[in-house]
């Protein structure tokens, strides 16, 4: 079982989020990055695929700045196989379509048994890429898996998915791209002899002119602003009920706008 | 606010802009290792710290440890954290890889030490025995001893403890009468009693190995005869695994680290319990010795990590509780309430907490990064330099840390207010939690006499002129900073002060008032601590000041209007002139006090030494 893991670096959920003065993007100064959770749920259930066949790769697959390169180390040190690192300017802040096309190119020079993305990533939640590398690749593909069978015949799969209000169990055959959902599995932590290892894996490093792309970007951001911080409430004191409801649902109708 | 268990910002300040530990790396002894392998490392073990030792602080706190049918059991949740640790290869982190281990540099475990301690004192309390007592096998046993003990007890599939105390003998280690016969096969026949043992037993592993100090029979009174044996609680007798007679007789009920056990235990009730010499006969305190330093900075440790999630829970809460106005609007009864990190009174607890905590961090982490320096250094001078600096400073890292640790857990609890006082919160825990770090491992007064009675003389107070030569050095070169002015200045008179008062006790010494420097040996060594922990912020500061103006620089941030727009929006900034002030405030308020403590010293006054007891009251 040769599994690709597309996995992104993103800001720590718990970092406190600026925007920059002039509007362009965040600040990234102090930020903390970690492997997007989803990510990381992607990397347990490749591993585990890789022990239950005592057979394969796990290879991860990244597109991102020079910074990365410690999120991919970390999955390695969690015991994946190798790296693939497409470190390229123009591939800066992409957006999902452009990291879509370098994902398809790269596993395409690769070649797997089955694709995984996380559903989403916690930054900017687009929650695209996944399927439209599918999409690119003309492979089937299941979101939001939460389990996952592979049959012994390596074949295909039985894959169980989130659905509004219930589970939808899906057969699909391989090679396919799943998008990882919580609730998939547990992932291990990454160990110190794990870390040691680590270290002596190969990631190797590309551009995009090595996959032979240009990227094609269907988005471009115009302006970051922050959500408007939440007004202090009005208070009616000191009056009848019967006349402060009055006031206030004057209040919502013409002030507020709600009713 | 991300991780309440440490700034990380400042752990990492301080190992690669203060200390710039990726210099190590430049050593053969760690040139395998990088600063991205660096912070894998923290990473992981922040993450291990707050999602799975941390969730079972409370728990282990209100649970306990219970003792059933001669057996000791932890609280359940502690199983899967302590799992985890050991599969990851933490307890050991320091430990070279011919042992089993990693061979990480010091400091790196010194960091990953406080992360953990603060996450879960008492979980940490097993494998810290553990290692502590395999450090000792490593260092003293034969090569079957190792492949016996050391190499499952590095890997967490066995446990360790160390059995010094008796009923009669604690401070006073010599008084001990555990008893050791030797056998015709060479093994000893143990008997005894040991109590307050810490992690004595427990259902975390299949087998304890205790490392006993015992009298062999005939063997000189006091210190000098006494030898260590490593003594198993279930022994090996071919390729099984049986009970070697050690009994636990109870657990202590006590203030804090509930979910550790402290055990008494009765070695050879049936005269069945063997041991086994490690090193030789009548050298056990001389081993011991050995591994005091680590063992004493270890707890060192301990004081850090409370202070540390004290601080960051007190700060987060000082941020959400409203109540009272802002004090310029005091008398408007409907002014707005404001967060209480706005009271002046607050805000001075905090600033406490945070330059005492950070200097202790300093500090602690050097003193680990002192014992690296002795493993990369290339000259025996070198080597030498820096165990000076170690050897002096370890007892002021151990009670310092402990007393001023547990006073910010103190302020934790006060700025908590009636929440603090009650188990809701958990600062109540980290008080509680954190007090033992002055009693254990030599009671800080032990400390302060070590330091007085020992340290100060080793080679006619060379080890002193050491650490006086280099925080000298420091002083001279932060003295070319004019902003630095006004921290500088009262480091400088502190600094002073205490070469004056050592001085002074050196005087003492060679007199017949000898008894001076034993009385106010604690005061002393407060006083060393003081001067140490604002040398780690003076040195820290003239670093975040050098950064901070490079950063407006950048910014043009040339007017006070810019310059605080700048610290608003840039996070390192921030950070920075966080650092600058912790250092300015502990200048001012701790270190200009230093002139009247060393006046309190060198008062000689007696009065606690010459009134008679019947004075002290009357019972
Ligand atoms: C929770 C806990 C865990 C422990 N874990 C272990 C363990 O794992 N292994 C182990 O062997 N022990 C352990 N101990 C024992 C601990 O190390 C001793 O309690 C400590 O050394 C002090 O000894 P003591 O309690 O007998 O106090 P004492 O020695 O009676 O001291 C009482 C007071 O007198 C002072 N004092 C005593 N002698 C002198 C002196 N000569 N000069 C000046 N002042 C003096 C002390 O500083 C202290 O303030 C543990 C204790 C506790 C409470």
Redesign the pocket.
């Known amino acids: 079982m040769k599994s690709l893991v597309c996995l992104k670096q993103v800001p720590d959920t718990e970092t406190q989020i600026k925007v920059k003065p002039d509007g362009t993007g965040i600040v990234t100064d102090g930020i903390k990055y970690v492997i997007n959770p989803y990510d990381e749920f992607s990397v347990e259930e490749a591993l585990r695929l890789k022990e239950k066949f005592k057979a394969g790769e796990v290879v991860i697959l990244t597109v991102g700045p020079d910074r990365c390169t410690e999120a991919i180390r970390t999955a390695l040190a969690m015991g994946a196989d190798r790296g693939i690192h497409v470190n390229d300017e123009s591939l800066n802040d992409a957006d999902p379509y452009s990291i879509a096309q370098v994902l398809a190119a790269a596993a395409s020079q690769e070649g797997y048994d089955l694709i995984f993305c996380g559903h989403r990533a916690i930054d900017d939640d687009f929650g695209e890429v996944g399927a439209m590398l599918a999409e690119l690749l003309q492979l089937p593909q299941v979101t939001l898996v939460t389990k996952l069978e592979i049959a012994d015949d390596t074949q295909s799969a039985v894959v169980e998915r989130d659905v509004e209000g219930g589970k939808e169990v899906i057969e699909v055959p391989l090679p396919c791209v799943l998008t990882s959902q919580k609730g998939l599995n547990e992932p291990r932590y990454a160990s110190l002899p794990g870390i040691m290892k680590a270290k002596k894996k190969k990631i190797d490093k590309k551009t995009a002119a090595d996959l032979g792309i240009t990227s094609e970007r269907k988005l471009a951001p115009t302006e970051y602003t922050m959500p408007p911080e939440r007004k202090a409430g009005k208070k009616y004191e000191d009056m009848e009920p019967a006349e402060a409801a009055k006031i206030v649902v004057e209040a919502l109708r013409s002030e507020a706008k709600v009713i | 606010m991300a991780n309440l268990l440490i700034d990380e910002r400042d752990m990492k300040f301080v190992l690669y802009e203060q200390l710039n530990i990726e210099e190590l790396c430049e050593s053969q002894h760690y040139a395998e290792f990088s600063r991205e392998m660096f912070d894998m490392v923290l990473d992981a073990a922040t993450k291990l710290a707050e999602k799975e030792l941390a969730p079972t602080n409370a728990d282990g706190d209100q649970k306990g440890v219970v003792l059933e049918n001669g057996e000791v059991k932890v609280p359940e949740s502690f199983h899967r954290a302590y799992q985890l640790y050991c599969e990851g290869g933490w307890a050991a982190l320091p430990v070279s890889e011919e042992h089993g281990g990693q061979g990480f540099p010091l400091s790196i475990y010194g960091a990953t030490t406080e992360l953990f301690v603060a996450a879960n004192q008492a979980l940490l309390m097993y494998p810290g025995?553990t290692v502590g007592a395999a450090r000792l096998i490593e260092k003293y046993g034969t090569e079957a001893q190792q492949r016996t003990y050391m190499d499952n007890m590095y890997a967490g599939v066995w446990a360790g403890?160390?059995?010094?105390?008796e009923?009669q003998?604690?401070?006073?280690?010599g008084a001990l009468r555990t008893k050791a016969v030797k056998n015709s096969d060479g093994t000893y026949s143990i008997t005894g009693n040991?109590?307050?043992?810490?992690?004595?037993d427990h259902d975390l592993t299949e087998n304890i190995i205790h490392m006993v100090?015992a009298r062999v029979e005939g063997a000189p009174p006091g210190t000098k005869g006494i030898s260590i044996f490593i003594v198993p609680k279930k022994r090996i007798e071919g390729e099984e695994l049986v009970d070697n007679d050690v009994t636990t007789m109870a657990i202590?009920k006590?203030l804090g680290?509930h979910a550790?056990a402290?055990c008494a235990l009765n070695f050879g009730e049936k005269d069945n319990c063997i041991g086994y010499l490690l090193g030789e006969e009548n050298q056990g305190m001389r081993i011991m010795f050995n591994m005091m330093n680590e063992a004493r900075l270890a707890v060192g440790y301990q004081g850090l990590g409370q202070a540390s999630a004290a601080y960051m829970y007190a700060l987060r809460y000082a941020k959400d509780r409203f109540q009272g106005p802002e004090i310029s609007t005091m008398k408007d009864p409907v002014a707005p309430k404001v967060p209480i990190i706005q009271h002046p009174d607050v805000r001075r607890m905090l600033m406490w907490m945070k330059s005492v905590t950070e200097g202790i961090r300093g500090l602690l982490y050097f003193a680990s990064y002192c014992g690296d320096r002795i493993h990369a250094a290339k000259t025996d001078e070198e080597a030498a330099k820096y165990q000076g600096f170690l050897d002096i400073l370890i007892p002021v890292c151990k009670s310092y840390s402990s007393d001023m640790g547990f006073r910010v857990t103190e302020l934790a609890v006060q700025i908590h207010g009636g929440y603090g006082y009650c188990r809701e919160y958990p600062v109540e825990q980290f008080l509680r939690d954190c007090k033992?770090a002055s009693?254990?491992?030599?009671?800080?007064?032990?400390q302060a006499?070590d330091l007085v009675g020992r340290k100060l003389g080793v080679g006619q107070g060379l080890l002193f002129k050491s650490i006086a030569a280099e925080t000298g050095n420091l002083l001279k070169n932060a003295k070319k900073n004019f902003r630095l002015k006004d921290i500088v200045e009262p480091f400088d008179e502190a600094r002073a002060q205490l070469i004056e008062v050592t001085r002074y006790f050196g005087l003492k010494s060679i007199t017949e008032d000898f008894m001076t420097p034993?009385l106010y040996a604690t005061p002393y060594q407060d006083l060393f601590g003081d001067v140490a922990v604002g040398f780690m912020l003076l040195w820290q500061a003239v670093i975040a000041d050098r950064r901070l103006e490079e950063l407006y620089g950048d910014a043009k941030a040339d007017t006070p209007e810019k310059k605080a727009e700048l610290l608003r929006t840039n996070r390192s900034a921030a950070f920075y002139r966080g650092k600058v002030a912790s250092a300015e405030f502990f200048a001012n308020t701790v270190l200009s006090l230093a002139k009247g403590k060393a006046r309190a010293i060198m008062s000689g006054e007696r009065s606690a030494i010459d009134l008679p007891e019947e004075s002290f009251a009357l019972f």
């Open positions: 025995l403890t160390m059995c010094l105390t009923p003998a604690g401070s006073d280690v040991k109590i307050f043992i810490s992690a004595g100090l202590e006590k680290i550790s402290t033992i009693i254990y491992e030599g009671t800080n007064g032990i006499l034993i």
